[in-house]
């Protein structure tokens, strides 16, 4: 990665809340960290501890945020807020129990065609991957040879990556990001852009450069 401008940037999904698994969380304010939410973060914050990161964006949701704080406290940085990097918004369906809404009939479009779903009331997941991955963009851009932190969403991250690899938005749920894995992507000025790991939980951390203390 040495030699080129790009931008690394290291995708954190949010530690688990109380809602993790049960609810579709979506746009719904007020969702914290539970306990064993809190111990993930401060793990992934460990793993991160000695990478070279430059800055920390988040989504504005109280979970991303309190996550993307505590990845951020090693390194002395605020967490900066990107719209662009929140939750799908699922419109009529947020918050609502996950047993719920799988047995209605848009459930089975969503895993087998998500790019023609607007959720009632919301967003399209075609209008979500675009806001994304336009934020992604952004940051790299901002961001030339540096290594930052995004803190977002399952269905976010997968669509970013999707995109980043040229997969069809369609195939995006065959994709697994659990809560505080860490994706990498790095977005090379003038070639395509490479998938360094996708949902990493390991104890090992991520392939980024180190940092120099002083």
Known sequence: MAGDEGSTIVLVRHATTAATGKRLGGWTPGVHLDEGGVAQAEATAARLASSAIAAVYS?????????ARILARPHQLRVRTRRGLGEVDYGDWTDKPLG???RRKLWAVIQATPSR??????ESI???QARAVEATETLAGEH???TIVGVSHA??????VAHHLGMPLDTFQRLVISPASITVLHLPTGRPPVL???NDTGAA???LPRRSDP
Do not use: C, M, Y
């Open 59 to 67: 989504s504005p949701l109280e979970r991303t945020q309190e996550t």
């Open 100 to 102: 719920q809404l799988r």
């Open 117 to 122: 779903v607007t959720f009632p009331g919301g």
């Open 126 to 128: 075609r209008g979500a």
């Open 144 to 146: 030339p040879g540096e």
């Open 155 to 160: 269905d976010v991250i997968k669509a970013v």
């Open 196 to 198: 360094l790991t996708i």
């Open 205 to 207: 951390g991520p392939p």
